[in-house]
């Protein structure tokens, strides 16, 4: 069992989406940049590859200030594989919808671990 005290430095949401979300996300006030220059947020355009977003989630994902991941979801189709893999509690990696790409529940990793876990793939 995991004690509390591993957890209570993690405070921050970290946002890997397109321009709109990370964008309303930085308004709502989830930025942050570390004194080693290290920002929570990628803004992920045509011109960003799947390796530099592959190399980002993974920093993210070894960050102990890390609580909560958002990424849009047909961003989190492209690195799929990590997103799966990934089974720790935290930091939590959730899926959400863009403005463009609308949501469907049939990919999230979230409601496919809690299908597989009442027995409903």
Known sequence: MTSALQYKDRNLMAVVGDEDTVTGLLLA??????????K???VVDNKTTK???EEFVQDLLK???I????INQHIAETI???IDDHEAAFPTILEIPSKDHPYDPSKD???KRVQ???GNE
């Open 109 to 111: 990793s979230v409601l």
């Open 63 to 65: 960050r102990r200030d």
């Open 80 to 82: 799929r594989g990590i």
């Open 51 to 53: 390796p530099q977003i």
């Open 40 to 42: 929570n947020f990628l």
């Open 29 to 38: 006030g989830i930025g942050h940049i570390d004194a080693r220059q290290k």
């Open 116 to 118: 597989k876990l009442f």
């Open 67 to 70: 609580a909560i991941i958002l």
